[in-house]
């Protein structure tokens, strides 16, 4: 499975940005999409997550509320819709694919897309 991630961007404060994330090969209904971020000299970090079957999502408290995840099967494309962006929002998110998920530990994933880059500028 290979991945790729689009939509980053600098934003102001407040503003909204659409992460997609496009993968390549087979995405079977037990694997989970999610997405993860990393600031500068931060550890990376779960944002959200969706199972790609049900389509049950999981996400950070720290963007409950304001990021929404969603997928189209058809496709084969995740979204990561982020509403009311903060300035500790930047970092470079990454997608990945779980195909057995029991974690959202970056370790457990096992397929990872290049990163894309959100600014949030204040």
């Known amino acids: 499975v290979q991945l790729q991630a689009s939509g980053g961007g600098l934003v102001q404060a407040g503003g909204s940005l659409r992460l997609s994330c496009a993968a390549s090969?087979?995405?079977?209904?037990?694997?989970?999409m999610g997405w993860f971020r990393q600031a500068p000299g931060k550890v990376r970090e779960f944002v959200a997550i969706i199972r790609w079957g049900a389509g049950t999502t999981y996400f950070a408290d720290h963007v409950k509320g304001r990021f929404t995840i969603s997928r189209d099967n058809a496709k084969n494309t995740v979204y990561l819709q982020m509403n009311s962006l903060k300035p500790e929002d930047t970092a470079v998110y990454y997608c990945a694919v779980d195909r057995n998920p029991l974690t959202t530990s970056p370790g457990g994933m096992d397929y990872w897309g290049k990163g894309t880059l959100v600014t949030v500028s204040s």
């Open positions: 090969g087979r995405i079977f209904s037990s694997y989970a």
